[in-house]
């Protein structure tokens, strides 16, 4: 019979060092998507705790005022730390990963395991509460995995009855100066079969399948606005979509592949072919920089609010509405991806808000630290965004010849800049006066055929604006170049005009069905003011664009022009859009749906089983009621042979099964008498006992079948004997 | 192996072990652990290797048996110069006869003491193995049975490793046991000193078994039933020492044998038909601890024994009794 090695003392040790500097390592990592600064701090502890598990003599190399100082630096640390920062969390989350090398590079009671344990789950948790991002989601897997084998671990070095040794100053432990890794590792893989494999992956399902259920069963709340984890954190945005843009800020976002946004939409039909998500409107020019003037931030932007959901000005549609789910990656903007009006906005949590009906934008107050979502009922994609109110005031400012005060039109130019520029607008116009439309697509014309795309541009040298010097110029430039210098030209030609950044396509994933727009999709066009539609109309300038402003190509009718993505990247982010979607997004609602629908399965599969139940005995019945004849008879027979036949070779299978030692290892169990007296043997252990009990004990016990006594009397003997030391015993702590 | 031992065989034997356990008692004082040990081997039919200081009481512990068990007995003291032919005898050519005719050596007795053994080179340390094993010696291609009972006491000295060979791995396999004689107490070193014997030939001691009995024993011991729980327990221990990290390598299925032959003896010796797991656990250190090394050798030959020992204690206590 083969026999499974067990894994001794010192090879238990070695394995509680690995998987505590595992442990180490794996929570620190969480720095990696935190944003919190403490990369060096997270670079010396993965090297110190990375040496020190591969080399466990090194601790007792530390010498023991190192231990005896550590605890005052820590909090010396701490302390000084909190009073720098002057922020709350970061210090923590530096002090615990201080902890965590600390207690990675010492050799450790089980408490100290323990605390290893504690110190991880806090980062992890901590972590997964300000991003809400996938990452969190495989880490607290891992993490899991690992703690529960470490307590297991713990568990049977403790059972195995030897200290966890090393003390700070005292030397090495044995099992730290024997180490031999490949040798550890290859008894670790003899060790390891398929029935301790099996009961880790059950043991690992079922804690992962009871967080499943109390995660489907627990009431909602939400864990940001009650832990207000957010506050004591400040974060950097992005600045290409910001309210400030200076030339080159898009085209930096450009450069990263990474996810920004993920788009769920109920009917697909409805997203055109190449979206321009719109965020940050920009109409104010100085200086080579565009800015969201503060007049338009005044006359368009509510007042700061704080709600879930927000009412937009499109008007819904009394079909079937069509819902988007955005989920926004933490770190892109404030400002909102849409492509037009909407008819509501819901965010999954309250948020603090002000909204631009005008613009079509809604901005954030805080530049948000996880993932944000919001679903947005009814959006329009919009090539011209309506406004009234600047066709009144167009209007009122031709009539009164008032000096043009709006930002739209300001050309804070020099002579010499205003000159040039006059100079291409009567190239481009030559001599008509054309519309909105027509002076765009020969703006659009006159510039794509002047500048080569390019995302290494420059301004070239010489006096004057850097827009209108590329202008005027051949240099290659870029989506920003092209946008600012069709506002100046339109801006010369009298017409208004502003820049708007934001995203323009993106792909279709096709594991998850949803778009994604990633940061490298990053754009910036223009919008100029028609007034014969009395709306801002988009004009994109940038070679490869669609320079066409009007055609409304929906993806139903250019379904073959999407972009569907099948790569490994859309692959990885059709999870994070399962996180999102599944998880993350799993509000009341979400949760009473699933529940109704567990709810529904169960009733209806119980229905099932029930009609089928109901079916057979029907069916029973009636064919004990057809009448008997020796044919029916013999079926009958026949059915109850195979079932003997079968119940036999099933217990004969059992019984070889049990015989191959497979499940039921211990022998002994099977003979009923030698363990009734290996039992009474236990009990009587240690008491003194006549010896010919024992004697007839240890006979039934471990004896030959033939020649051994009758069990009964011995074991009347052997009760007495027990009664009477218990009653003795009794008697004598009373 | 039958599943039946009479009764009376059992009594009997237990009654013979105890008349030659009395009996040796009579020369070897205060050492009733010793004496209980070598009966063992000797019921088993193993052979014992005593490691210790000289003048303690070997050749007297071996003479005694040899005595009461009514057997030849002969020595052989172990040197650099010894030949394996010293040890085993000789084909010397017979000018009566004209052919060659063997001249039996020292080996041809039932209790052969081995003095000193890692003194002799390893070839003539060789010459023993197959007596040891097979009972017989083979020259010229003639097989020449020794006695029966044959019985190898070899000692030496594990202090002194000036000039020695020690031992071959496949030699150690083949003692049954390894004993450690130490000094007596002082109340019996007190008796020793007081008895005007000088040497072990001035020993006067009645056999009070014949080598027939002793055979017997040796079947009877063979025939003692073992419960595949123990059987188990038995594996269980030698799987550890496998397993060990501490050890260079495990136990050979022969010391696993070696284990379960033993404990068969000493049920016999206590005079059941059966072996407890009791049994099991007195005599692993004795039949185990030679033929285990540490896979980090220490320099010092008793403190290597010592290690062993404490690692052996810690896998039996790790391992449950079977209940």
């Known amino acids: 019979m083969k026999r499974r090695p067990q894994l001794n003392h010192d090879e238990l040790h070695q394995l509680r060092w690995l998987l505590g500097g595992g442990l180490v ?252 998500w719109r965020m940050v409107v920009l109409d104010e020019y100085r200086d080579g920089t565009f800015r969201l003037s503060t007049a338009l931030r005044a006359a368009t932007f509510s007042p700061e609010r704080g709600d879930v959901q927000l009412r937009g000005v499109a008007r819904a549609q009394p079909e079937e509405p069509v819902y988007w789910t955005f989920y926004l990656e933490a770190g892109v903007s404030r400002y909102l991806p849409l492509t037009g009006r909407f008819v509501q906005l819901r965010f999954r949590e309250r948020q603090n808000f ?122 290659p430039g870029h989506c920003e170049l092209y946008a600012g210098a069709l506002v100046l030209l339109a801006r010369q030609a009298g017409y208004p005009a502003r820049i708007v950044t934001g995203f323009k396509g993106g792909s279709w994933n096709g594991f998850s069905n949803n778009f994604t727009v990633r940061n490298s999709d990053a754009h910036a066009w223009c919008e100029v003011y028609d007034a014969a539609v009395a709306g801002w109309r988009r004009v994109d300038p940038t070679p490869g664009g669609s320079a066409d402003t009007g055609s409304d190509t929906t993806a139903a009718g250019a379904a073959g022009e999407r972009r569907i993505d099948r790569s490994w990247s859309a692959r990885i982010d059709s999870l994070r859009v399962f996180w999102y979607r599944r998880i993350v997004n799993f509000d009341s609602r979400t949760q009473e749906e699933a529940l109704r629908a567990v709810k529904s399965a169960t009733q209806e599969s119980g229905r099932r089983v029930r009609a089928a139940l109901e079916d057979a005995l029907a069916r029973l019945k009636a064919w004990m009621a057809e009448p008997w004849d020796l044919r029916r008879l013999l079926q009958l027979a026949g059915g109850a042979a195979a079932a003997v036949a079968l119940a036999w070779l099933l217990r004969n299978a059992r019984l070889a099964w049990r015989d191959r030692g497979m499940f039921w290892r211990r022998r002994t169990a099977q003979d009923p008498v030698r363990r009734e007296a290996g039992r009474w043997l236990g009990r009587l252990q240690g008491l003194p006992v006549e010896p010919a009990l024992r004697a007839d004990l240890e006979r039934l016990r471990y004896g030959p079948l033939a020649g051994r006594p009758p069990l009964a009397p011995v074991v009347r003997r052997a009760r007495q004997a027990w009664r009477a030391r218990h009653e003795a015993r009794i008697t004598r702590e009373n | 192996m039958s599943d039946f031992v009479q009764a009376g065989q059992i009594s009997a034997a237990k009654e013979m072990v105890e008349r030659m356990r009395a009996n040796m008692r009579q020369t070897i004082k205060g050492k009733d652990e010793v004496v209980e040990q070598v009966l063992v081997c000797v019921v088993a039919g193993g052979h014992l290797l005593i490691e210790d200081l000289p003048g303690v009481g070997k050749t007297t512990l071996a003479y005694s048996l040899a005595r009461s068990m009514d057997c030849d007995f002969s020595r052989v003291q172990f040197t650099s110069d010894l030949l394996p032919g010293d040890v085993t005898g000789v084909a010397i050519y017979d000018e009566t006869v004209k052919e060659f005719v063997f001249k039996k050596g020292p080996v041809f007795a039932n209790v052969v003491l081995a003095d000193e053994i890692n003194r002799a080179t390893p070839k003539t340390q060789s010459a023993l193995l197959e007596v040891m094993d097979r009972a017989r010696v083979t020259v010229d291609g003639v097989a020449h049975p020794v006695g029966a009972p044959f019985m190898v006491f070899a000692t030496q000295n594990p202090v002194d490793y000036e000039g020695t060979f020690p031992l071959p791995e496949s030699q150690m396999d083949r003692f049954l046991m390894r004993l450690q004689m130490g000094y007596p107490e002082s109340g019996d070193e007190l008796e020793i000193l007081r008895s005007t014997r000088a040497g072990y030939d001035a020993i006067r001691l009645n056999a009070v078994v014949t080598r027939e009995d002793v055979l017997k024993l040796q079947a009877l011991a063979g025939e003692v039933f073992v419960e595949e729980s123990v059987l188990d327990y038995i594996l269980k221990i030698v799987t550890a020492t496998r397993t060990e990290a501490d050890f260079r390598a495990g136990v050979s299925v022969r010391g696993g044998l070696a284990l379960r032959t033993a404990a068969q003896a000493r049920a016999l010796v206590y005079g059941r038909d059966f072996v407890l797991p009791d049994d099991v656990t007195a005599l692993v250190a004795l039949v185990f601890a030679h033929r285990l090394g540490l896979a980090r050798p220490t320099s010092d030959a008793l403190e290597e024994r010592r290690a062993v020992a404490a690692v052996l204690k810690r896998i039996v206590a790790a391992i449950p009794l079977p209940v």
């Open chain 1, 25 to 276: 390592l794996l929570s620190t990592a969480t720095v990696f998507y935190m944003e919190i600064d403490a990369w060096t701090l997270m670079f010396v502890t993965a090297a110190a705790v990375g040496a020190v598990m591969f080399w466990p003599t090194l601790p007792a190399r530390v010498p023991a005022w190192v231990h005896r100082l550590a605890f005052p630096v820590i909090v010396a640390f701490f302390l000084g730390d909190l009073y720098l920062t002057g922020e709350l969390l970061p210090p923590i989350v530096r002090l615990d990963i201080l902890l965590l090398l600390y207690r990675g590079i010492s050799y450790r009671q089980r408490r100290d395991d323990l605390q290893i344990i504690v110190l991880g789950l806090f980062l992890v948790v901590v972590a997964g509460v300000l991003s809400v991002s996938l990452v969190f989601a495989l880490q607290i897997v891992a993490f899991t995995a690992c703690a529960l084998a470490f307590l297991l671990n713990l568990t049977l070095a403790d059972a195995s009855g030897v200290k966890a040794a090393g003390d700070a100053g005292r030397g090495p432990p044995p099992w730290a100066v024997q180490v031999q890794w490949g040798r550890l590792f290859r008894r670790l893989r003899e060790v390891l079969d398929w029935r301790v494999v099996t009961l880790g992956a059950l043991l690992f399902a079922g804690v992962v399948g009871v967080s499943a259920l109390l995660f489907l069963a627990i009431p909602r709340f939400q864990l940001e606005n009650s832990l207000f984890l957010e506050r004591f954190m400040t974060r950097k945005a992005r600045t290409g979509f910001s309210d400030s843009i200076k030339f080159g800020d898009v085209t930096d976002i450009l450069q990263d592949n990474s996810l920004a946004l993920s788009v769920d939409i109920t009917d697909p039909t409805q997203v055109p072919a190449q979206p321009y």
């Open chain 1, 354 to 475: 002000r909204f631009a009906d005008r613009l079509g934008l809604v901005v954030l107050r805080d530049e948000p630290v996880s993932m944000t979502a919001y679903r947005v009922e009814g959006l329009m994609a919009m090539d011209v965004i309506p406004d009234r109110q600047m066709g009144a005031w167009l209007e009122r400012a031709t009539e009164s010849g008032a000096e043009q005060t709006s930002a739209a039109l300001k050309l804070e130019l020099g002579a010499d800049d205003l000159g040039r520029l006059a100079r291409v607008v009567a190239e481009i116009k030559a001599g008509m006066e054309p519309d909105v439309e027509e002076f765009s697509r020969r703006a659009v014309a006159w510039l794509q055929a002047r500048h080569r795309y390019s995302l290494q541009s420059r301004a070239p040298p010489g006096a004057g604006d850097p827009l209108v010097r590329w202008l005027d110029s051949s240099e």
